[in-house]
């Protein structure tokens, strides 16, 4: 029951992100964005349903021994849960709601200007494919799990669900190119925010809210008293981590830009949420608020690195996902204590009936030991690289593909008049909510996509997607 109702909770992260992303892309793109949201989950199920949880976990047992079979790269059984035990459909139903979160994450990175069939065929290829094989890797057995024999130690998934999806958005960001008018002709960036602060705040909430189920409860029961320590100890480390992390943002935007700003610090608390979630079983309180804190500054930096190599990455998914997934993952070889790997039973053996931990975090002495060891963070190192790698170069040919069948990206006049209007038959918005005095402009300023009739564009909106298309033409032409 325990694992169940966490796996609501994490599952109700796909409303947070769905509140996210919408209020932070403008009111044209609103319906858009939300749709996509959903079919992360409809898809993902699908995709992990007949692939994904086959290659994650589908390692048979030997009839002879009743011991599993464990291949070190994919699993090759329970393919669309055929002869998959009904006690384990709650592990599938878990495991279901991290695939989902791992694609939710790339929406954010590539909203606004990709086309609706290539987001849902990467959807489907990350959760049945890409993600599975990684989670295997680290959690169903595979070669990580064995790593210079103390293995990978991911306890949420910083690498595994976080990393896969940022460094997958980085690429799809990248391939896509940024938003029309993101960046002017010399370069410079553009402002282009988005249309509802409270929608971001309501959705940073219900993330914040749903991480008690991603973090605790991949302890995956409480029935022991081990298990009972690491729960409660992940549900503390959690909050301080986001909560450091939020603060810490705060205040150098504050200095930096001489304003309290509120996305930022929304940001900066999804940046602690996911740096501590990979050690969360194991760090000790002081610990979590250094990990977020650090986490924070790394999401910042993240993003004015972004803009610099004129990368668009509306919701800074990369920041908050892949920079803090790396970092919380380092942090694993750093901050993992003895007793907290003996409570969750990560890096132990059993020597005649006495727990023994193999590798702790380098900043602790093991006492089994006692010496300090890099080892564990060596492993995680690699993890990281390899991860990284195996989604970028994945996700990367995928969006090539789609590249080169011309149908990654939506065109200049979709984009000028907004998704909701051009695809899904209207605006998120009431026109009538919207009227303010203001001819030609939304409540909110931002443009002017929400007037446009549900019948085909005006003339001068026509004239207008005309002149920008002849534009990139001639841009084309003088880069040739």
């Known amino acids: 029951m325990f694992v169940l109702f966490s796996g609501y909770l994490v599952f109700m992260m796909q409303n947070g992100f769905a509140m996210l992303t919408a209020g932070s892309v403008r009111t044209k793109n609103t319906k858009n ?67 989902a979160t791992a694609a939710t994450i790339v929406s954010g990175s590539v909203a606004e200007r990709t086309s609706f069939y290539a987001y849902l065929g990467y959807a489907l290829f990350l959760t049945s494919f890409v993600y599975p094989v990684v989670s295997h890797w680290v959690w169903g057995g595979g070669w990580l799990s064995t790593l210079f024999d103390v293995g990978v130690i991911d306890f949420a998934g910083c690498s595994v669900v976080h990393m896969v999806g940022g460094v997958a958005g980085l690429v799809g960001a990248i391939l896509v190119g940024p938003r029309m008018g993101r960046f002017d002709a010399e ?33 995956l029961g ?9 729960a409660q100890r ?52 002081y610990a979590a608020v250094v990990i977020g804190a650090i986490g924070g500054c790394l999401y910042l930096l993240g993003g004015w690195a972004l803009i610099k190599l004129k990368i668009d990455d509306p919701l800074e998914a990369f920041p908050i996902h892949g920079v803090c997934g790396a970092w919380g993952c380092f942090a694993v070889g750093l901050f993992s204590t003895p007793w907290g790997q003996v409570n969750a039973g990560l890096g132990v ?36 690289l390899v991860i990284a790698g195996w989604t970028a170069v994945l996700i990367g040919a995928l969006f090539m593909i789609f590249k080169f069948a011309g149908i990654l990206r939506i065109s200049p006049e979709i984009e000028i008049l907004g998704n909701d209007v051009s695809k899904h038959g209207g605006s998120a ?25 549900h019948h085909p564009p005006a003339k001068e909106d026509e004239e207008l997607a005309e002149e920008l298309a002849e534009d990139l033409d001639a841009e084309k032409t003088v880069e040739v």
């Open 187 to 219: 370069g410079n960036v553009v402002p282009m925010p988005g249309h509802s602060a409270t929608l971001c705040t309501l959705g940073t909430f219900i993330l914040w809210f749903g991480w008690y189920g991603f973090n605790p409860g991949s302890t």
């Open 222 to 230: 409480i029935s022991g008293t081990g298990s009972t320590i690491t």
């Open 33 to 99: 964005v939300l749709l996509k949201n959903l079919l992360d989950a409809c898809v993902g199920a699908m995709g992990y349903w007949i692939f994904g949880y086959a290659f994650a976990y589908g390692n048979p047992i030997n009839p002879d021994t009743g011991e599993a079979e464990v291949n070190p790269f994919i699993g090759h059984t329970y393919f669309a849960l055929a002869d998959l035990p009904e006690t384990e459909f709650v592990s599938f139903f878990f495991q279901w709601t991290f695939a």
């Open 234 to 285: 992940c549900a503390v480390t959690t909050t301080l981590a986001a909560a450091a992390a939020g603060l810490v943002v705060l205040i150098i935007v504050k200095i930096r830009d001489h304003i309290f700003d509120l996305i930022s610090v929304l940001n900066g608390v999804l940046a602690g949420l996911v740096s501590i979630t990979a050690v969360c079983y194991g760090a000790e309180p």
């Open 349 to 384: 053996d059993e020597v005649d009936g006495v727990t023994v931990v193999k590798h702790t975090g380098a900043f602790y002495i093991n006492p089994d030991t006692g010496g300090r060891s890099g080892t564990l963070l060596g492993a995680n190192c690699i993890a990281i």
């Open 429 to 453: 918005y009431p026109e009538e909510g919207l009227e303010t005095g203001h001819p030609g402009k939304d409540n909110l300023g931002f443009d002017e996509s929400m007037k446009i009739p």
